[in-house]
């Protein structure tokens, strides 16, 4: 689906990684772990087309991304739902019409109502559904991230510390909502520094966990 | 015809996704409505211009006036021979009272006028075809000497260049407001652009074209300038049509006939130039931002 072929990405002088390879295979579940400023989102980013490799390839569904005009790069996006750090959301939006907004933006706004209900119920927002971003907590936000990212459908989704503003209680229900994704056949890859919540997940999923550290990506398999 | 559909019933959904932003919104319309008024101001006074200038041209081109020494005794032979010239319709030989009432304004009813030496004036009336001028010219050089043929170019020449470059500068007008426009337009889309990067990230993230984006702008500009150019133009139409009647070129000002139809392209005009202004500033920000 998403490959990342001898990859390297620095800002300025300073290299974050160089030669970093990742496959993202169809129906993988894979945790990228790390220290902070090791360069995960900044791995995120390539992966969906944000930012366009230094050096080497990165081939999302097939295309080399560096081809790709600002027209295909949204249609690929289209493809991978996204769970931001920060959400991003467009505060002036109810989080309805947020969750609503890959839909919108691709011009089928029609379907977004059929859905919309059940992904509400399925993040437990229905009764928020009114509501914008501001009025939501941390938790409320990241579930609505996630029924964002999933509403196209998408092949692919990318979490970006999903669990990051959240309390135990609340990463266990996103977290359990990703694998209930993955076993719908969703390609999955999360970043995060949580490796208690890595463990906690062991036994409901295979996943492959990666580590990223001084600009080299390891399996980390065995120090979990 | 589609796109002008699209673009005047939108997509509620779409047009929500760039958050309203009051002050843009309203100095747009301002400018559109000064602009349009404008434009409705500079388009009236060109084309009375016009129709004045058109006018005084038609009349002066018909009529020519023969002047024939004071002492002369040839006024019947000047007529017969413009009576046989092929090209005049009439000619007619000023009486001395119509000699007189000419020359009142200028002399005033005190002065004894027919015991000056007064030119004798004969109005002659061009048929179409008209005379050949040089010909005619050279008959009474040859036959009545002293005899002057004028026919009004020496200053109906100058008074219809005059009135060209009044149209002509009307048009210049027409085209800097619609350049003003464009200008304004663009720096209000360009602002609302820079004020919506988050918005324009966001909707990038979940798979936004270029084209949607820079449509959600396009559309709410085109609107805020078309409308504001609609009030513009009704407030100056209102305005040329109570001008005070003046008389003369004051009489003329405004629209007529064929004319109305420019109080209604004008707001299709702003529309027109804020849509490509918008598009061409947000395409070139989306390009800028990748």
Known sequence: ??????????????????????????????????????????????????????????????????????????????????????????????????????????????????????????????????????????????????????????????????????????????????????????????????????????????ARVLRLKDGQLTSAGAVL | MKLLLDLIIGDPQADRVVPPTGLTARLTIFVAAVMAFLAVIALALSMSAGRVADRWADELAQAATLRLPADTDLLQKALQILETTPGVASAHALTADEQEALLTPWFGTEIPLDSLPIPQLIEVIADDPPYDLAGLQARFDAEIPGAVFDDHGDWRDPLLAAAARVRLIGWLVILLIGACIAAMITLAAQASLAANVQVIRVLRLVGARDVYIARAFVRRFTLRAGAGAIAGVVMGVIVVQILPDGGGFFAEIGFKGAGWIWPVVIPLLAAGVAFFATRAAAMTRLKEQT
């Not at chain 1, 689906?1 to 030669?19: K, P, R």
């Not at chain 1, 750090?85 to 002036?92: R, V, Y």
Request: glycine fraction near 8%; charged fraction near 20%.
């Open chain 1, 1 to 206: 689906m998403i490959e990342l072929d001898n990859v390297s990405y620095g800002y300025g002088d300073t290299a974050l990684f160089s030669q970093l390879s990742l496959t993202l295979a169809p129906g993988s579940f894979q945790f990228l772990t790390g220290p902070s400023g090791a360069g995960k989102t900044t791995l995120l980013r390539l992966c969906y087309a944000d930012l366009q490799a230094q050096r080497g390839k990165v081939r999302l569904f097939g295309q080399d991304a560096h081809g790709l005009d600002r027209d295909a790069v949204a249609m690929s996006r289209r493809r991978i739902g996204v769970v931001h750090q920060d959400c991003q959301f467009l505060d002036h939006l109810s989080i309805a019409e947020n969750i609503a907004l890959p839909l919108t933006v691709a011009d089928r706004a029609s379907e977004a109502s059929e859905n919309l209900k059940e992904l509400l119920s399925w993040v437990g927002l229905s009764r928020q559904s009114g509501q914008c971003p501001p009025e939501l907590s941390g938790g409320e936000r990241q579930r609505a991230a996630l029924a964002r990212a999933v509403i196209m459908s998408p092949d692919v989704i990318i979490a970006d510390e999903p669990t990051g503003n959240v309390d135990w209680e609340m990463s266990q229900r996103l977290l359990a909502l990703l694998v209930e994704l993955h076993r719908m056949g969703k390609t999955v890859l999360i970043a995060t520094h949580d490796l208690a919540m890595i463990r906690s997940l062991k036994s409901d999923v295979d």
